[in-house]
């Protein structure tokens, strides 16, 4: 299940950069993140278990106002567009009398804007042949567990949250590896710029076990995170093991 929108300035209509998203279900944090450049965030996350209950959404940026939104989860994506508030008022600037230039000056003004139109398009004509350049790669991907150490009544289902970060424009082929030797089926995820996607994945467990998970980079380069460990320790029901000892002892 996809969760994806876009993150804009309310007044201005314009996306929003390093946004931060953070998703709840009820008490329960699912994952923390940025949007890019563009405003624009995704996670894909299984959310089988939590169909029927309300996923709150809420998002902060320094100067502007926190936000929050409610949906109710079902069984299709998600899409969120969160508009922001500014939080900075403006004083409305005081108008001063201008001289009228002189006949040099204006040529002085000409001139020098003449140069600056000159140097902003060899700015970008150096950006461009820069990135043309630069071959799209991941330059970092990270992973952990939720819990790391579970001590309560099994099964217990352990979340895993990452991240993936691209140099630029380009599709990403990754999958989840664990550590009994399963392999997910392959994922992909689109990049439209530089920057990072989160990716979340879950193991539900019956019984004690140490293990670990972690994020296998398959293109544009072969990859591996470093292991997200956890532990699960799970606590018997002493009544019913008497009652089957009950039942088994000889009359």
């Not at 060899?122 to 939720?146: H, M, N, R, W």
Request: aromatic share 10%; glycine share 6%; net charge positive.
């Amino acid at each position: 299940m996809k969760i994806y929108g876009t993150v804009t300035d309310a007044a201005k209509d314009k996306p929003l950069a390093k946004a931060k998203v953070e998703l709840h279900i009820g008490q329960v944090e699912l994952a923390t993140f940025y949007s890019d450049k563009e405003g624009k965030f995704e996670l894909e996350y299984d959310l089988d278990q939590y169909v029927g209950k309300e996923l709150r959404c809420r998002v902060e940026k320094d100067n502007f106002e926190p936000h929050e939104v409610t949906y109710e989860i079902a069984n299709e994506d998600i899409p969120l567009d969160i508009k922001l508030v500014s939080s900075v008022s403006k004083p409305e600037p005081i108008p001063t009398p201008t001289p009228s230039p002189s006949p040099d000056n204006k040529r002085l003004k000409l001139f020098a804007l003449i140069g600056a139109v000159i140097v902003a398009v060899l700015v970008v004509i150096i950006i461009y042949f820069k990135s043309c350049g630069q071959p799209f790669d991941v330059t970092e991907v990270s992973i952990k567990a939720d819990p790391v150490i579970y001590t309560g009544k099994c099964p217990k289902t352990i979340r895993f949250v990452g991240n993936i970060t691209a140099n630029g424009k380009g599709v990403v082929k990754y999958r989840f590896i664990r550590s009994d030797g399963f392999e997910h089926k392959i994922q992909t995820l689109t990049f439209e710029s530089e920057g990072s996607k989160p990716v979340g994945n879950t193991w539900r467990l019956y019984g004690n076990y140490k293990g670990w998970q972690a994020i296998h980079i398959l293109s544009p380069q072969d990859m591996r995170s470093d292991r997200a460990n956890f532990e699960i320790k799970c606590k018997r029901n002493v009544r019913r093991l008497e009652r089957i000892r009950l039942k088994r002892s000889p009359r």
